[in-house]
């Protein structure tokens, strides 16, 4: 109680000079939580959007061979079936695999109106592993869809929107796609997605891959997704799934070109790399911006112990322990700088709160979403770390050289 009653009365008969030190301590706080949370909103923004395709998922693409096999040289094209995608399903490492079939350029009409879209044969499984999510009240392709070879549609919801209206309800309506009708049993519900191939998901159709190869005579595979088991075994289900092309069709089995896969666990990685980085580099930043105002906290204190050099020799002639002396500055040091941290968070809350207030342009916000900062319990945890460690070293030397004080020099000091 003592050294609060000491602080507070510096802080009145020193008020400018108090003030002052304390906005420096906010302004350096306001920052290291500002650049924070900015690089946290930025890996948050980036997460949603690159899961928006789909998480823990391989996605190959047949290519040409590139060793000589079985007689054949070099270059042969890469054939995949549907037979092979059902042998892949019993590979150890895989919990999930489907077919994808492509067609471009299939002409969609609903009540006079054409476009031209992306439709892909797919099996049911590619829902979850796609992160393709129905509106309430639809829903994705099911197995019966499948076997029973069903002309029935899953939308999304951009094509819904030019064909029916924005968010108007398109399940149970019929589409014709090349002048034979489906029924639409879903629409995909908004997503933010950043990373695809062959276009966002929001402006493609899906169709049971049973009814696409009917449809459209197709009888070698596009994409095969694959769903590893674990992150531990994706390398391991992707060479597994080479191998197992390569002894049905007769290409070399270390021909590691036979299907080029694009592995999202990798991509999470190097975006965790990426990201984590750069939040590390803005921490930096404001955290020198904090120092700087500590170093201004511990000049202080020693013009405080200065001017109060014959308060100490009294306290020390009556028999004060220089602990005591330490411990009364040291206390005067943490809390300038708490004060200065609980203002500078307040004002970085506000700021964080006004940037959401910011006008964008709506074509960004719907693939990413608003990127704004976010405020998390780590960032406050380093922050308040940061701000304990910076207070201490701010307090305890100017308290040293007030415990290292003579009394008798000090009771002569004017």
Same mark, same amino acid.
């Given at each position: ?40 909103? /930025? ?8 899961? &928006? ?23 042969? @094209? ?11 399903? $019993? ?15 299939? $002409? ?6 054409? =476009? ?9 499984? #590619? ?6 999510? @129905?509106?309430?009240?639809?829903? *994705?392709?099911?197995? =019966? ?8 549609? *899953?939308?999304?919801?951009? !094509? ?22 489906? /029924? ?7 997503? #933010? ?32 997704? %694959?769903? @590893? ?21 007769? #290409? ?21 790399? %990426?990201?984590? &980085? ?12 904090? /120092? ?31 602990? +005591?002396? !330490?411990?009364? *500055? ?19 809350? &506000? +700021? ?11 074509? *960004? ?15 406050? +945890? =380093? ?12 307090? =305890? ?18």
């Amino acid at each position: 109680m003592h050294f609060l009653i000491t602080y507070f009365y510096e802080l009145k008969h020193q008020k400018l000079r108090m003030f002052l030190t304390i906005m420096a301590v906010a302004w350096g706080m306001a920052n290291i939580v500002l650049m924070l949370s900015v690089g946290e909103g /930025l890996y948050t923004m980036m997460s949603r959007g690159l899961s &928006g395709m789909g998480e823990g998922i391989a996605v190959g693409w047949p290519n040409q061979t590139s060793k000589a096999s079985n007689g054949y040289g070099a270059g042969r @094209p890469v054939r995949v079936t549907e037979a092979d995608i059902a042998a892949a399903a $019993t590979i150890s490492s895989i919990r999930n695999i489907s077919a994808e079939y492509s067609g471009w350029g299939v $002409t969609m009409r609903v009540d006079g109106k054409n =476009i031209s879209k992306n439709v892909r044969g797919v099996y049911p499984v #590619y829902g979850s592993m796609r992160n393709l999510v @129905p509106e309430h009240g639809g829903r *994705f392709l099911n197995d =019966i869809d499948e076997e029973k070879r069903r002309r029935v549609i *899953f939308l999304g919801n951009e !094509v819904r929107d030019v064909l029916f209206g924005k968010d108007e309800a398109a399940v149970g309506k019929t589409v014709s796609l090349n002048g034979t009708p489906f /029924l639409v049993v879903g629409v995909l519900r908004h997503k #933010y997605q950043m990373s695809c191939y062959n276009g966002n998901d929001s402006g493609a159709c899906f169709v049971p891959a049973s009814t696409f190869r009917t449809m459209f005579n197709r009888s070698h595979v596009n994409i095969a997704i %694959i769903e @590893p088991k674990s992150e531990a075994v994706s390398k391991e289900a992707q060479k597994e799934f080479r191998k197992l092309l390569a002894g049905r069709h007769g #290409y070399h089995p270390e021909d590691d070109a036979l299907v080029s896969f694009w592995d999202t666990y990798e991509t999470k990685k190097m975006q965790d790399v %990426i990201f984590r &980085g750069l939040q590390a580099f803005l921490g930096v930043i404001g955290g020198l911006t904090l /120092l700087i105002a500590g170093m201004g906290v511990a000049n202080i204190m020693y013009v405080t112990v200065k001017e109060r050099t014959r308060e100490i020799g009294i306290k020390m002639a009556v028999g004060a322990n220089p602990l +005591l002396i !330490v411990a009364q *500055f040291l206390v005067e040091a943490l809390i300038t700088v708490s004060l200065g941290g609980l203002i500078g968070t307040c004002m970085a809350m &506000g +700021l964080i709160d006004l940037f959401g207030l910011i006008p964008l342009p709506d074509s *960004f916000v719907e693939v990413t979403g608003r990127p704004e900062p976010v405020f998390s319990a780590m960032i406050a +945890l =380093i922050c308040v770390s940061a701000l304990n460690i910076i207070g201490l070293f701010a307090g =305890i030397f100017p308290a040293r050289r007030a415990s290292l004080v003579d009394p008798v020099e000090a009771l002569r000091y004017e």
